[in-house]
C-alpha cells in the first residue's frame, strides 16, 4: 500500500501545482488595472489580456476587499469598521457608483488573529484579484497586513493603525484615515492643561500593555514633564488585567492632581472603579479608549463618568463632509441613536471618502497612480479634511471631549466645541 | 522592587484577602468535579462568565439584583450540568482525557453564543452599592473595604459552610464523598454512582452560577473572559489539591493576598509570577497540593 500512497500524494502535488498555475494565468486575465502585476515583456498577451478585460471589468464593479476581526477580541471595533465600510458603498453606489462602476466589497473575517488576517489580504490580492484594499481595525493587525498590500503595490487606506510602528518601517503605501497619528491624540488636552491658569503639579499614568496606548503616554509624558508637572506614578499593566484595586490603593495614596489611563475600554471602567473604591479623587482624568464609547461607559459608571476627558476624531453632531449623511444611512441600515454610534464607523466611513476622491480625482484605480494621488491630495471627511504626509501620517488634530450629563461634549478645539470644559472636575 | 508605605501595604492585603474568598467561590465546583469525576472541567470559565451574563441580564431588563438573580441562575446551572454529564460527559467517562476535550468544546460553544447574544464589549452590574465602601481602622492604619467585595467573602463562606454540611451529613453527601474516595468500593456499597455524577455536576456548577453574580458586580467581563480565568482557578485547585474543597478556599485566600501584594512590592505585571512560583514550590515538595491526599494507584 505504501506505493499507492505515495502516488497518490504525487497526484494531489500535481493537481495543486497546476491549480496554482491556472490560477496565476487567470490573476494576469483579470487585473489589467495593477500595471505593476503586468509582465510587460509580453505585448501580445498585453493586449489580448486588455482587450478582454475591458470589455468584462469596465462592466462590473470596483472590488474593494478588506479583512476585519468580526470575531474575536476586536469583534465590536471591527464590526463596526465593517459597517462603516457598507454605508459608505451604500451610498457610492445611489449616487452612481465610482468612475460609473458599482462598488463591492468582500469583507473576510480574521478573528481578530494576525495570521489569518495576513492571509486574508493574501487571498484577497492574489486569489480573488481585487481592485483595491482597505485596511482592518487597529495597529495590531494594520502592521503585518500593511506589509502584504506594500508586497503588491497595493494603497493602503486604512481607519485605525495610527501607533508609530506603523509609520516608522518606511513603507509609503499606508494612509491613516483619522485626524492624526495615536500618538498624537492627547495634543488637545495638553493644550487645555496648559491653557489653564494652574498646571497640575502631579500626576499618575496608569497604562495597558498596547502599542496604540503607550505611543499616546510617551507624548503624554515628554509634554506634561517639559512643562514641569510631577509624575509621581507610572505603571504599566498587561492587557488581561481586570482588578485594579493594588494599583487604585496606591495611586490613592500618593494622590496625584491628573490621572492618565492608557486604556483600551473595559480596563477604563475598571480604573475608575477602583479609584472610587480606594477613594481617590484627582482635579482631572484623562483616559485614551473607554469615555468614547458612550453607551457603554455610562452604563458601567453612571455619574462617576462626569468630568471624564479623553480624545475622539469624530463626533455624530460635529460639522464634517457628508457627515450627517452618514449618521442618517447608518440608522437606516443599522437603527440605534446617532450618540450611540461607534468612532469606528466613522473612520472606516472616512477610508471610504478618502479612496472615493482619490479615484475620481485621478479616473482609475490603478493602485500605483492611487498611491502618488493619495500623499499629493487633501481630501474632505467626515473627520475634517485630511492630508497626509509621506508615510501617510494624517495632518490634523483630535478633539477633546468631556463628560458633561448624560452625555460627552466637544470642549477643544475652539472651532468644533459644544461647550467649554470644566476644572477640576466633580467627585466620581 | 519597592516597599510601599505600611498603610498602602495593610490596605492592599486586606482587599486581596476578601477577593481571594471571590475566587475560592468561583473554583470550589471545580475542584467538587473533579474530586469526582476525575473530570477537569474546562468549561468552567466560561460557565462562570455565562452566569454573570445571566445576572447581567436580569440586572439590566428587570432591575434585579444579581444577589436575587442567583434564584434564577442556579437552578438553570444545576439543571444544566445534570443534563450536560448525564447525555454527554457520561458517555466518554472511559477517557477522562476525552472529557476534557469535551468540556472544552463546550467552553467554546458558550463564548460563540455569548460573543453573538452580547457582542465583546465588557459588560459588568452597576448596582446602588457598587462603589460603597466601609471605612475603618487596624491599628494605625485607615482601611476602605468596598462592600461588594465583603459581601462576596460572605457568600463565599456562606456557600462553602452550605456545601461542606450537605457533604458532611446528607445521604447524597456521603454518598459524593464515598465516590470521591473510591467509586468502586462507593458502587459495590449501592451507592448510584452514575446519579451522583450527575448531581456533583449540577452542584458544581450551582456553585459557579453563586461566583458568576458576585463576579458580575465586581470585574468587567466579555464572552472571550473565560481563559484568563480558568486558568487562575485551575491554579487555585492545583495548589489547595485537587478534589479538597478546604484546600481551595486555602489557595484562593492565598492566591489572593500573594497577586495584590506582589503587585505593590514588584508591579502588577510581574505578580502572577510571584504565585506561579509558589505553586512550583507546593508541587516540588508536596506534588498532592496543600490539602489534598495521595491517590494510590492500582
Redesign the interface.
Known sequence: MKWFKSTAILFVLIALVLTACGGGGNAAGNNNNDMGNMNMNDEATEEATEATTEETVDEGPIVIGASLPLTGKFSEPGTAAKQGYEVWASIVNENGGMLGRQVELVILDNASDQDTAVADYEKLITVDEVDLVVGPFSSFLVIPTSEVAARYGYAFVEPAGGAPDVFNRGLTNIFFAQPAPGDEQAIPFINYLLSLPELPATYAVVTQDDPFVLGVMDGIKAELEKAGSELVFDEIYAPDTTDFSSIAIQVADLNPDLIVGGTVFEDSVGQIRAYQDAGYQPKGAFFTTGPSLPGPFKEALGDATEGVFAAISWSPTAPGYQNAEMVARYLEMFGGEAGNIPEDVANAFTVGQVLQQAVEATGTIDNTTLIDALHAGTFNTVVGNLSFDEVGRPQGSFMLLQWQGDSFKIVAPADRADTEAVWPKPEW | MHF??M??LV??AV??FL?GGVYALMAAGLTLIFGVMRVINIAHGALLIFSAYISYWLF?LYGIDPFVSVVVSIPILFIFGIIFQRYVLSRVESDPGLGVLVTFALALTLEGVM?SLW??????V?TAY??E?IKTTLGAVNL?L?VVRIAGLGAAVVALVVLFLLLKYSNTGRAIRATIQNRNAAQLMGVNVNRIQAVTFGVGLATIAMGGALFSL?????S??HE?WISKMLSIIVLGGMGSLPGAFLAALIMGVV???S??VM???L?PIVFYLILFLTLIFRPQGLMGVKIRKG
Not at chain 2, 119 to 124: C, N, V
Not at chain 2, 218 to 222: A, D, E, G, L, Y
Open positions: 510601599p508605605s498603610n498602602v490596605q492592599v482587599v486581596g477577593t439590566t460573543g457582542e465583546s464589549t465588557g459588560r459588568s452597576r457598587t462603589s465602601v476602605r468596598p465586581i470585574w468587567s467581563f466579555n472571550g473572559s484568563e497577586e495584590a501584594v503587585a505593590v508591579t502588577s505585571y505578580s
